[in-house]
C-alpha cells in the first residue's frame, strides 16, 4: 500500500513538473513572436531579396492601402503569397519541434497552440478592422500608427510592455489590461499611455 502512494505521488509531481511547460510555452511563445516580427520580419525581410521580405514589402503595403484589412487572407492559406509564406514558417517551426514532443509534451503542445493562435489571431485582425481595433490595438497601432518600429507582438503584447515597445496612437484604442487579458468582459486593469 505505502508503496502504492510513492508511486501515485511520484507521478503527481512529474505530471505537475511537465504541466510547467504550459506556462513556460505561452512566455517563449510571446518571446519568439516579438523577436521574429522585429529582426527577421523587418530586420531580415527589409531586404528585397530575402525570404522574409513578403511581410515587410507586401503585407504591410497592402495593409496601409486598405486601411487595416488584407484582402489577401482570402486566398488559400498556403500558397506562394505573403500569408501562404506565413502558414509555411509556422508549419515548419512546428515541426521542428517534433522531436521534443516526448520530452517536454506540454511546452511543445502550447507552441504548437500558439503557432495556430498567432495564425488564427493575425487573420481574423485582418479580415476585420474593428475587431482588430478592439482586440488587438498593439497590432493594429503596429500597422496603422506613425511607427511600423514598435508593437511588435500580435496576440498579446506581454514583451513590447517588458521591452518597452508598446508605442499608442494618439486617441487611438488601448488594450482594457496590460497583458491583453479580460476575464468574460470584466476590464482588470486600464492600460496606460505612456507619460512623455
Known sequence: MRHGKTLRSYSNNKSEKYMLGIPIGLITANAVEWAMHKYVLHGMGRDRGSFWSFHFHEHHKVV??????????????????????????????????????????????????????????????????????????WHYDHHMGSQASANWCVTKPWFDYLMGTRVFRPQGEREKHWLGLSWQGVELAPAKAPVN
Not at 503569397?81 to 512546428?94: D, F, M, N, R, V
Open 64 to 137: 496601409r492601402q486598405h486601411d487595416y484589412y488584407d484582402p489577401n487572407y482570402e486566398k488559400f492559406p498556403l500558397g506562394l503569397h505573403a500569408q501562404g509564406k506565413e502558414a509555411w514558417s509556422l508549419i515548419a517551426a512546428s515541426a521542428v519541434l517534433v522531436p521534443v514532443f516526448p520530452i517536454a509534451p506540454f511546452f511543445v503542445g502550447t507552441l504548437w497552440y500558439s503557432a495556430a493562435n498567432y495564425y488564427r489571431v493575425h487573420k481574423h485582425s485582418h479580415q476585420d478592422p474593428e475587431w482588430a481595433r478592439q482586440h488587438v490595438p
